[in-house]
């Protein structure tokens, strides 16, 4: 059976020099050698998606530009092992996801980053035994859900845990390719409504 990245294959959007600037959302499904120099040029994006990427670097210096964003989902997009939200970057985004990346042992989170994030969803990531001691910097946090991740990680994460935070634990992930497809395709009708007429 293929694997998700060699279903979708390697992607080249490079070319790409002129992307309408009214774009609202985009989702990339595909493997990426380097992100799209355009992708942060869209200064209009609510929702942003990439999904199978598997990029060598942390794409989050490249992505904290967008200054609009509110929702960031990222799917197996990165193989290193540490991710870092500096102060001053998403100061819109509410809702983060960072779901299957399998290498992933650290996540830094600054003060005054994310500062409006409401919603946070981790894994699976199994690398991730201790939950970053920075969570509480996430002042606005109303919801933490969590899929998969190590027994450590889950024992010690409430610790760090306002008393007001939602916690949600599931230890199956029942999202596959499909059904990411089917979900997003029909927000590709709004957001081919939201670029701007020929």
């Known amino acids: ?16 020099i002129d992307p309408p600037q009214n774009l609202q959302r985009l989702y990339v499904f595909g493997r990426l050698e380097n992100l799209p120099t355009w992708i942060p040029k869209l200064r209009n994006l609510v929702r942003l998606g990439l999904l199978w990427s598997r990029l060598p670097e942390d794409p ?5 530009s967008l200054s609009k964003l509110e929702e960031l989902f990222l799917y197996e997009i990165y193989e290193g092992d540490e991710m ?16 299957n990346m399998p290498h992933l042992k650290t996540l830094k989170i600054d003060k005054k980053a994310l500062p409006c994030l409401e919603q946070l969803e981790l894994g699976p990531c199994p690398q991730m035994l201790q939950p970053t001691g920075d969570i509480h910097n996430l ?11 190590p027994s450590q990680f889950v024992e010690n994460i409430r610790t760090q845990l306002k008393e007001n935070i939602r916690v949600y634990v599931s230890d199956e992930w029942h999202v596959n390719a499909v059904e990411l497809l089917v979900s997003y395709a029909v927000t590709a009708v709004d957001f081919r409504r939201d670029s701007p007429k020929s």
């Open 1 to 16: 059976m293929a694997s998700q990245n060699e279903e979708y294959g390697d992607l080249d959007l490079q070319s790409l």
């Open 60 to 64: 989050l210096p490249i992505l904290k």
């Open 84 to 99: 870092h939200f500096q102060e001053g970057w998403f100061t819109k985004l509410k809702h983060l996801k960072l779901q």
């Open 139 to 149: 002042v606005s946090l109303k919801c933490l859900y969590h899929y998969k991740m």
